[in-house]
């Protein structure tokens, strides 16, 4: 009898730890953000922001799938995939389900192949951009699959007489005019227009050199200088487009100052960057083990995901450059990867394309990260009220998140709550602007002197006149008495 009422025990303790971990959104994989409390960056583990939903491979798609290279949706939910080694664009139906193939094209009463398609883009009046990479040349074709245009090398006096073109991914904006990443290119996106101009190359990249060796190489002979390796810009690994038509890039070595950039359709970097720490993934790593960063794909509400192939994760910044979460994990439970190759973002879900595993992995959003999402979008909207309520149940299941209390910060001192935003940016590790004092902790206390000042210092005033007042009184009577003594004393 004991011996089943152990049983029993034992049962239901293991169903508690059971509903426990379902609760708390058990995953196969760490999540955390960055703390600079201490003066360095360090790790601050803080609850999953997503839990794998479910997955997508050839079997559950009815199709054959071999070493997919790019994928992405349209406006009614269907999702293209195009397929490296298998030649093909694959595209599925909104519940996943194989809707049709294009493995090859009519060219002027000609059948014709893809050859190692690596990327493509979408257009809005329905056009598929395609990179037909080992082909050299980018193929316009319909949704039925039927030839619009052939791009190949663009001639041009910029480009070199024997330049190869192996477009890669693409962009186009809403005049037809394509941003490419060509294979081994460092100076930057091609620009080509709708009529196939080369218009030129957009956002160089700077080269990384070594500063030790660049004063080496000041005194060295030419001979020296030769045997060098050369130190050339770093070339750029994927794009995307938001919907404000501004372009987004990911470099795979976060070596550079800026490996992902926000560029209008000039090249100009416009990102924000304004975060505890640098907008380059992950921080603490070194130099041989750092993140190789291989796309980014953006939300409506201005907040971005970088995808890492090296320490197979996705990074989630807001539209300030500040870290929401970092979340993922090299292995083979669904959740984790072997070699992640794209994400995408859509109606509150991340989508992730593992290369080597030849799956779509879904990720849900938890509760936890619904409550940054909803805590910034009515931050932004102006409604304080609500983003101070959603950011108070943040910090009720993550103390540690100082970006949490950096907004509230903010709110607070919008509101003329001095004081506590004073407490706030100082639990966030914000000090602010220390030239103007118009940010964070310093303009607060500023603000906060100001109010004591206007406070009490009418008081004050009137304090200090009493106070000159009763003394002059009072010298006056204390002369008054020894007068009268000197007088009685003759």
């Known amino acids: 009898m004991k011996r089943h009422a152990r049983l029993r025990l034992i049962g239901a303790a293991l169903l508690a730890c059971g509903v426990l971990f379902l609760l708390c959104g058990f995953t ?117 699959g039927v030839l619009q245009k052939i791009y190949t090398c663009p001639e041009s006096p910029l480009l070199a007489e024997n330049y190869v073109f192996e477009p890669s991914k693409i962009g186009v904006d809403t005049s037809g005019t394509m941003y490419i ?17 080369f218009v030129g190359f957009i956002g160089s990249n700077k080269a990384v050199v070594n500063p030790v060796l660049r004063i080496w190489k000041s005194i060295m002979s030419e001979v020296q200088q030769e045997q060098l390796v050369s130190f050339v810009p770093v070339e750029y690994k994927n794009i995307s487009m938001d919907e404000y038509s501004f372009l987004y890039a990911v470099s795979a070595s976060t070596a550079q100052t800026a490996p992902v950039k926000r560029m209008n359709l000039s090249g100009v970097d416009i990102l924000i960057r304004s975060g505890y720490v640098d907008v380059v993934g992950d921080v603490l790593a070194d130099e041989t083990d750092g993140s190789v960063l291989v796309d980014i794909c953006s939300t409506g509400n201005g907040n971005y995901y970088v995808l890492d192939s090296n320490k197979c994760r996705v990074f989630a910044y807001n539209q300030e450059g500040y870290l929401l979460y970092a979340f993922g994990g090299r292995g083979t439970q669904v959740g984790t990867f072997s070699n992640p190759v794209a994400v995408e ?40 009220e609500a983003s101070t309520a959603y950011w108070n149940d943040v910090i009720k299941v993550n103390a540690y998140f100082e970006m949490a209390y950096l907004q509230l910060g903010k709110i607070y001192l919008h509101n003329g709550n001095n004081e506590e935003a004073m407490r706030c940016f100082e639990l966030g590790n914000y000090r602010g602007d220390t030239i103007t004092y118009m940010t964070g902790y310093n303009k607060a ?46």
């Not at 990443?181 to 101009?197: D, F, R, W």
């Not at 992730?352 to 999402?373: G, P, R």
Request: net charge negative.
């Open 181 to 197: 990443v060509n294979v081994n290119e460092y100076s930057g996106l091609m620009k080509i227009t709708a009529q196939g101009v």
């Open 445 to 490: 206390f500023t603000e906060y002197r100001k109010d004591v000042m206007s406070k009490y210092l009418g008081v004050m005033i009137v304090g200090g006149v009493v106070l000159v007042v009763a003394n002059f009184v009072i010298r006056q009577l204390k002369n008054k008495n020894n007068r009268e003594r000197r007088e009685q004393d003759r």
């Open 28 to 144: 196969p994989y760490e999540s955390y953000t960055y703390s600079t409390a201490t003066g360095v960056e360090e790790y601050v583990y803080s609850p999953a922001p997503f839990t794998a939903d479910t997955f997508m491979d050839g079997n559950t798609m009815g199709t054959e799938l071999g070493r997919p290279a790019d994928f992405a949706f349209d406006e009614e939910g269907n999702m293209y995939i195009v397929d490296n080694s298998l030649n093909k664009l694959v595209i599925l139906d909104p519940v996943g389900k194989l809707k049709a193939e294009i493995t090859g094209f009519d060219n002027n009463g000609e059948p014709d192949t893809f050859a190692n398609p690596s990327g493509f883009y979408l257009a809005a009046n329905g056009w598929i951009y395609i990179c037909d990479t080992k082909h050299n040349r980018v193929v316009v074709l319909d949704k039925a």
């Open 345 to 384: 973002y859509r109606n509150g879900k991340l989508y992730v394309l593992d290369e080597v595993t030849a799956m779509v992995t879904v990720f849900t959003k938890t509760d936890y990260a619904e409550k940054i999402t909803m805590a910034e979008d009515a931050y932004y909207a102006g409604d304080y």
